[in-house]
């Protein structure tokens, strides 16, 4: 068993959708971060949380510690937004990787 | 401020021949670390480098090495290459280990043949 699971692992949708990636990790962290990696691999870090709730722009990042998971939302989603999110938490002095969740948004 | 450079972007090897890839941290960050990332296994810790001392290491044979020099640049090495070990290789620094936002550099890619 992977400790970290994201769901879903593909997902599609039409621009202005609210979309919600799910992160559960099944280990003890000390933080918890969100990537975005585009086509060509450069990886880009949205957000860093160790509790509650970051927004920034249209991206908002939530982690509930007692439940072991966190969610990245994006609001009025559009086509750049297309690309890999990456769920990673610092566990053990290490990052740990999802499998990553690709989202597409089409026009 | 300038990102995180990593080169060679991108480099082909055979099979058995050795490796070194650069890595220059953001300006005033003391910690870089390294990353594999394949179709397969997806984003792979490697290892962590803080102030020349390798923090941490993750599980990969002892071909994988690094070093970080006293104005933050790292290298990483990987002798007696292998089919498998092409990937993608991320580089990361941060201004100190634990809770600190990563900063990721463009990656080199490894092609072994």
């Known amino acids: 068993k992977n400790e970290v699971e994201q769901s879903p692992q593909n997902l599609t949708a039409q621009e202005g959708e609210f979309i919600t990636i799910n992160c559960s990790y099944s280990?003890?962290?000390?933080?918890l971060h969100w990537l975005q990696q585009h086509p060509g691999g450069g990886i880009v870090s949205l957000f860093m949380?160790?509790?509650g709730k970051k927004k920034h722009g249209r991206l908002i990042a939530t982690i509930n510690i007692q439940e072991k998971h966190s969610s990245l939302h994006i609001t009025a989603s559009h086509p750049r937004d297309s690309a890999v999110y990456i769920c990673?938490?610092?566990?053990?002095?290490?990052?740990?990787f999802g499998q990553g969740t690709r989202l597409t948004i089409n026009p | 401020k300038a990102g995180v450079t990593q080169t060679p972007r991108y480099l082909i090897k055979t099979r058995g021949q050795q490796v070194t890839l650069s890595c220059s941290p953001i300006?005033?960050?003391?910690?870089v670390s390294w990353y594999q990332q394949t179709p397969g296994q997806g984003l792979q810790f490697l290892f962590e480098?803080?102030?020349?001392?390798?923090?941490n290491k993750g599980n990969f044979p002892g071909r994988f090495s690094g070093r970080q020099f006293s104005n933050s640049r790292s290298e990483m090495n990987v002798s007696t290459l292998e089919l498998g070990d092409s990937a993608l290789y991320l580089c990361?620094?941060?201004?100190?280990?634990?809770?600190?936002?990563?900063?990721f550099g463009p990656g080199t890619r490894l092609t072994v043949l």
């Open positions: 280990v003890g962290i000390s933080a």
């Open positions: 990673a938490v610092r566990f053990a002095q290490k990052l740990v």
């Open positions: 990361a620094s941060s201004l100190r280990t634990d809770y600190n936002e990563q900063f």
């Open positions: 300006s005033g960050h003391r910690s």
């Open positions: 480098y803080f102030s020349e001392t390798q923090r």
């Open positions: 949380l160790s509790s």
